[in-house]
């Protein structure tokens, strides 16, 4: 117990294969640089690389050699250092997340590595260690997570490639799935698909400077006599492709989804290629969001994420997928069996109709000035009048997806930034509400709502343009906690 | 209608505002200063220097007179028990709300200009934000301090 226990002996490798990776670059300047100024026997360069990987593995041992960690009843103990020796005591009721891992070459070793967040954290993971077992791991966050430490003997198949939740708790579990039909949803309906169509596009113009004219007055010459053809079977291939890219990615990244919940813990597994385990604690949940994007919209299909205090990677923008998919309908449902405090009749009151014009003013503006200039500036610009129409509609729909509600604990805005979004956010989250209003607004009398929330180890704020004052008003007296309300 | 928060912040502020507005104007004479050296050396209008000129002695009229003042009318405070009030912004006009059970820590701070006329500004943080009621006088921001402090360690969750 007093003793503190190393990582698994392959955090040796990895220890030297991050070492390696970061100096990677002034490798390659070294040898990009270093060739002209003086001309290297062959030897001497062999012995400095030699020299070299030998040092970063010795590096890589020492470290794995004074890195232990150490669980009391009270807290996490690591020390680490190989000349400056640190030592971090981290008490278990601060751990907000703990994160089981498994990347490719953890999962060669059949080994995870278990990210452990705390609140304050700043960018890097608190701890990281980077190769354990899994039984190990499943030990270490059941020993984290419970305030009593029950020594059970557990059985975990470790066989089998995911993180297996054979920990089995007497409290009442339950599971959400996705299942492979909402999985592909999910892919199909991904706006990952701009993304990768911008690579794909990018990747494209390089590559026509590879392949010779000829083959593709060749092949496509003859076939397409009109260049615009040609240049929309292009385009049309191309946005195939980044399609089907953006299809296999998203099927990777949230492939047998799953959440399990277990008292006030909630476990998320995800990922085919890479397993990523979140554990979240209900209690750190500062809002929820339900996001329909446009792509989604139509088919009635949302999104829901959480906004969290500590946890959260960062391509989701720290904020973590609870449901990536569900249809609208069946939200509320699914949210009784995952997050029941959230679950109530979201009915949305709608901005005053005065807003419209500022709505739509807004969008109008940059786009009769763009107009202009490429009017001007390009021949054929006028074609750019378009966008006018275009401004108006997405200046109108903004108007009408703006909404705010409230009940006694519970605070909802939905706006549209693209994608249409639902925030919840419960009154003893908000850490301060703001209402203001620029000199524009006054000429209206309407206002700017701001909730304040905390998210991640920083704030949070989510803004609500042009509603009216009694609107203003009754927020204000929903949130204030003196007594004057009502 | 939430009432207006009654208390005003220190009259001392409109004087040590002035100073850093016309501090801060004297940055815009880079502008007047740089075409004298254009009209120089390229022989470019002189007429436009005295616009240059007259445009910044206007920028430093506003800064040191008009904004201080009216940044000063605006700004307003009240402390309940339960939460700030807070109302301030020249353009854009903020209200905001903190309730005492979301403040994590108050403080005082005080640079050499607020110093020398015996003010502070009293700065309350959240878990995700920062708020300030600037220039009040020492014993008030002091008193101000102990108070926020004294009642959010008191304050308990309702909810």
New interface residues.
């Given amino acids: 117990m007093s003793k503190g226990k190393r990582l698994h002996p392959v955090a040796i490798f990895l220890l030297f294969l991050s070492a390696l990776k970061e100096l990677i670059v002034p490798i390659i300047a070294a040898f990009i640089f270093g060739r002209g100024a003086a001309s290297w026997d062959f030897p001497f360069t062999a012995y400095f690389v030699i020299g070299g990987f030998l040092f970063l593995f010795l590096y890589g041992y020492l470290k794995w050699l004074t890195f232990t960690y150490n669980i009391s009843d009270e807290e996490l103990k690591i020390k680490q250092g190989i000349f400056i020796k640190k030592q971090r005591f981290i008490r278990k009721e601060r751990i907000y997340s703990i994160d089981i891992t498994a990347g490719v070459l953890q999962r060669l070793f059949q080994l995870v590595a278990v990210k452990i967040e705390t609140a304050g954290g700043g960018n890097e993971p608190e701890v990281l260690l980077k190769a354990v077992t899994k039984k190990e791991a499943l030990m270490i966050r059941e020993q984290l997570l419970k305030d009593k430490v029950k020594v059970e003997t557990e059985t975990v198949d470790s066989d089998d490639v995911a993180i297996d939740n054979a920990v089995q708790d007497e409290q009442r579990e339950t599971k959400w799935e996705l299942s492979n039909k909402e999985l592909l949803l999910t892919a199909i309906t991904s706006s990952g698909v701009g993304l990768a169509f911008m690579a794909v596009l990018a990747l494209f113009t390089q590559l026509e400077g590879w392949i010779p004219d000829e083959f593709i007055v060749d092949t496509f010459g003859y076939l397409f006599h009109s260049s615009l053809v040609l240049i929309i079977v292009l385009i049309l291939i191309i946005f195939l492709v980044s399609w089907i890219i953006s299809i296999v990615g998203t099927v990777l990244k949230y492939g047998q989804f799953t959440i399990v919940k277990k008292g006030d813990e909630l476990e998320i597994t995800r990922g085919i290629l890479e397993r990523r385990q979140l554990t979240l604690s209900l209690e750190r949940i500062t809002a929820i969001r339900v996001v329909e994007s446009v792509l989604r919209q139509p088919f009635g299909l949302v999104s829901i994420y959480v906004e969290s205090?500590g946890g959260g990677s960062k391509d989701e923008q720290l904020s973590t997928v609870l449901f990536p998919i569900v249809l609208k309908r069946n939200l509320n449902e699914s949210l009784k069996q995952i997050a029941p405090d959230f679950v109530f009749d979201q009915t949305v009151e709608s901005l005053p109709r005065k807003a419209r014009v500022r709505y739509v003013i807004r969008k109008l503006v940059p786009a009769v000035v763009l107009t202009g200039i490429i009017t001007y500036f390009i021949p054929y610009g006028y074609v750019a009048t378009l966008l006018i129409p275009i401004a108006i509609l997405y200046g109108n729909l903004q108007f009408k997806d703006g909404g705010i509600g409230r009940n006694k604990?519970y605070l909802w805005m939905s706006y549209r930034t693209v994608s249409k979004t639902l925030v919840v956010i419960p009154?003893?989250r908000?850490?301060?509400?703001?209402?203001?209003?620029?000199?524009i607004q006054?000429i209206r009398s309407l206002y700017t709502i701001q909730t304040?929330?905390?998210?991640s180890i920083?704030?949070?704020?989510f803004n609500l343009v042009d509603v009216s004052k009694k609107q203003k008003?009754d927020l204000?007296?929903w949130?204030?906690?003196?007594e004057?309300k009502e | 209608m939430r009432p207006i928060p009654s208390q005003r912040i220190s009259e001392s502020a409109l004087k040590v505002w002035r100073i850093t507005g016309a501090l801060q104007s004297l940055f815009y004479l880079v502008i007047p200063i740089g075409y004298y050296f254009i009209h120089n050396i390229f022989l470019w209008p002189a007429s436009l220097l005295w616009l240059f000129i007259a445009v910044f002695i206007a920028i430093t009229i506003v800064k040191t007179f008009v904004i201080p003042l009216l940044r000063w009318r605006r700004w307003r405070y009240e402390v309940y028990e339960n939460e700030v009030d807070l109302q301030f912004g020249l353009i854009i006009v903020r209200r905001v709300l903190i309730p005492m059970i979301r403040v994590q820590h108050v403080d005082t701070r005080q640079g050499p200009l607020l110093r020398k006329y015996r003010l502070a500004t009293v700065t309350i943080t959240t878990a995700a934000t920062v708020h300030q009621i600037p220039a009040l006088s020492e014993e008030r921001a002091a008193n101000l301090r102990d108070r926020i402090s004294k009642l959010a360690t008191e304050a308990e969750e309702d909810v």
Avoid: H, P, W
């Avoid at chain 1, 304040?452 to 998210?455: G, K, T």
């Avoid at chain 1, 920083?458 to 704020?461: H, L, Q």
């Fill in positions: 205090a604990g009154k003893q908000v850490q301060a509400f703001e209402a203001r209003q620029s000199i006054q304040s929330i905390l998210y920083t704030g949070k704020s008003e204000l007296s949130y204030s906690y003196e004057t």
